[in-house]
């Protein structure tokens, strides 16, 4: 399975995580923003079309730097997904799927539960950041 994920940095240097909402699949965990990469999409249009679905804000192609990606084995699919960093975007974050999000410097990212395939992004953004 593919699935595209950003990590949205803020001017203060934080980066946003979000909550996933009861009722879904690891519910609780906090995860980079994004979702799965539908057919006939690329990566980057599938942040674009996800982050104003899920945080109501507008990214543009060229504002998206893929940073690196995620390859993790869970016990029915494998995932890939490729991390964005994003530093402008238009208009304010807005969740408008009821999760819960937070801006985290990313030496506190390991504090928040997090799925698997999310856990080795962190050192990442940490020697970005």
């Avoid at 980057?44 to 995620?70: H, S």
């Avoid at 084995?73 to 960093?85: G, I, R």
Wanted: proline residues 9%; negative net charge; aromatic residues 6%.
């Amino acid at each position: 399975m593919l699935v595209a994920a950003c990590a949205l940095i803020d001017a203060d240097g934080r980066v946003l995580i979000a909550e996933r909402p009861a009722g879904r699949s690891m519910a609780g965990l906090w995860e980079f923003p994004g979702g799965k990469v539908e057919a006939g999409e690329t990566p980057e249009a599938t942040l674009i079309r996800e982050l104003k679905e899920e945080l109501n804000i507008v990214v543009k192609e060229d504002c998206l730097a893929p940073l690196t990606f995620a390859s993790h084995t869970y016990a029915d699919f494998h995932l890939l997904m490729p991390l964005y960093v994003c530093r402008r975007w238009e208009g304010i974050v807005q969740p408008q799927e009821n999760q819960r999000i937070a801006w985290v410097r990313p030496n506190k990212l390991r504090d928040y539960p997090m799925p698997p395939a999310d856990l080795p992004l962190i050192s990442h953004l940490t020697s970005l950041l």
